[in-house]
């Protein structure tokens, strides 16, 4: 064999690993990723439960207008962190809160048709609600 024909057949095997580490760093955060869903269930699923159930009907409302009650007039997301401090949710987890977040400005846009909150103002994006 000549030199130049074993350098072209190293090459063509170095290329045939390189893709295989490709591939085998891609299935390995597949792996890592679905570890990651069973090993922490509570965390996973509290990301979602804001929204699926995790509320009586008109309790979220009713944390609100006592809040509001309470504390004079809020902004949605303080609201919604009062929420989920009543429920014992991490207030620091942002994927959460915006979740409660959500949650609480569609509650509201409900408690507000039926007078319950009165919008005050909006000030950078977020609504400014008082009792109603």
């Not at 390995?28 to 009907?57: C, D, M, W």
């Not at 408690?111 to 909150?117: E, F, M, P, T």
């Amino acid at each position: 064999m000549t030199p130049h024909l074993e350098a072209a057949e190293f090459l063509g095997q170095i290329k045939a690993y390189e893709a295989q580490i490709a591939a085998g760093k891609q299935d390995l955060a597949h792996v890592n990723a679905t570890v990651e869903l069973f090993a922490a269930p509570e965390r996973q699923r509290a990301r979602y439960i804001v929204s699926h159930g995790f509320y009586k009907n008109g309790a979220i409302a009713d944390i609100c207008v006592r809040h509001l009650g309470v504390d004079g007039d809020l902004t949605t997301r303080e609201l919604a962190e009062r929420v989920m401090a009543e429920r014992g949710l991490d207030i620091s987890d942002s994927a959460l809160r915006n979740s409660a977040v959500f949650k609480v400005v569609q509650v509201l846009r409900h408690a507000k048709r039926h007078k319950h909150v009165r919008m005050i103002e909006k000030r950078k994006g977020m609504c400014i609600l008082g009792v109603g």
